[in-house]
């Protein structure tokens, strides 16, 4: 088994959907026709096509840090990322989504 390819989605400051997309796009090199909404999220994050160059033939571990004031400020919201990054996860055995807790 090969190593996984590591990226950190960092959620510190974040406090709107618009913020934690933009945050994904940087992290996860994502294209510019990404539709930054919750589908265009989860279908990137289980499409290896679209992960960065050095993900390539390898697993993806996406840790998520820094979220938690963006769950406090918008619970409904982070209940939905983590949907997809649940789904997603369900849809693309190679794609790991890891909540940092400290």
Excluded: C
């Excluded at 004031?69 to 919201?77: F, G, L, Q, S, V």
């Amino acid at each position: 088994m090969t190593t996984p390819y590591v990226v950190t989605l960092d959620l510190g400051g974040i406090v709107d959907k618009a913020g934690l997309m933009d945050r994904s796009v940087h992290a996860l090199g994502l294209p510019d026709w990404f539709g930054r909404n919750w589908d265009a999220l989860a279908d990137s994050l289980s499409d290896p096509s679209v992960w960065p160059p050095p993900a390539a033939g390898r697993r993806l571990l996406v840790v998520v840090t820094g979220w938690p004031e963006y769950a406090r400020e918008r619970p409904e919201e982070w209940t939905a990322a983590q949907e997809v990054f649940t789904a997603a996860s369900e849809r693309e055995p190679r794609l790991t989504v890891a909540l940092a807790l400290g």
